[in-house]
């Protein structure tokens, strides 16, 4: 199985300043097919888990543009570039390169 | 907008198959290009994938539970299906349906089943 391996696993972060989660994956999540099945996943609290990006850098529908993905290979960062009350929550990373279907610890968004 | 839910008993007794159906609504279950999948997340835990469906009905479990998993498709009800046999504690959680295709791009709202005698 493809271990993904989030850092840090806490975050507490002041209103307006950026945040910074990394993901590494224990193998290269380039798919035979060209692309790279890396997703980010946000958990409001009480809430299901929401699409923010796929593909490394994809922002999904109706996705802010403060959100961004980077990364290639086995390394990847998402990045809030100025962190709103909302964004509070869990974050996750995901692969979908390979199966099983595997999701880091997540990380916890908490505003300071 | 695709919508997914989840429906089914809330509470299961140790050894007893847990079964869930997902309805999926404002679109269609037979879109080629997707999976649709299960995942759970036991409680204050972290996400598991346990398995997978296409619209044609090919399959993909997570190993680590697939000699107890069944995930099923109908899709002249647009719904699919998840059958987990010899529950234990262990498989209490909130289990949700999603569709993947790229990303887990939509998601029920979860629905809670308890493994208790």
């Known amino acids: 199985d493809i271990v993904m391996t989030q850092t840090p696993l806490s975050s507490p972060v002041t209103l307006g300043q950026p945040a910074s989660i990394s993901c590494r994956s224990s193998?290269?999540?380039?798919?035979?097919?060209?692309?790279?099945?890396l997703s980010w996943l946000q958990q409001r609290p009480g809430q299901p888990p929401r699409l923010l990006i796929y593909?490394?850098?994809n922002r999904f529908s109706g996705v802010p543009d403060r959100f961004s993905g980077s990364g290639a290979g086995t390394d990847f960062t998402l990045k809030i570039s100025r962190v709103e009350a909302e964004d509070v929550g869990v974050y996750y990373c995901t692969q979908a390169t390979q199966f099983p279907y595997t999701f880091g610890q997540g990380t916890k968004l908490e505003i300071k | 907008q695709l919508q997914l839910q989840e429906s089914g008993p809330g509470l299961v007794k140790p050894s007893e198959t847990l079964s869930l159906t997902c309805t999926v609504s404002?679109?269609?279950?037979?879109?080629?290009?997707?999976?649709w999948g299960w995942i759970r997340q036991p409680p204050g835990k972290g996400l598991e994938w346990i398995g997978s469906v296409s619209y044609s009905g090919t399959t993909f479990y997570n190993p680590s539970l697939k000699s107890r998993v069944t995930i099923s498709v109908d899709a002249s009800k647009n719904q699919f299906s998840l059958k987990l046999s010899s529950v234990t504690a262990a498989d209490t959680a909130v289990y949700y349906c999603?569709?993947?295709?790229?990303?887990?791009?939509?998601w029920g709202q979860g629905t809670l089943v308890t493994v208790s005698s």
């Open positions: 593909k490394i850098s």
């Open positions: 193998q290269s999540l380039v798919h035979s097919d060209g692309n790279t099945y």
């Open positions: 999603a569709r993947h295709g790229g990303g887990w791009a939509y």
């Open positions: 404002s679109g269609s279950i037979s879109s080629s290009g997707y999976y």
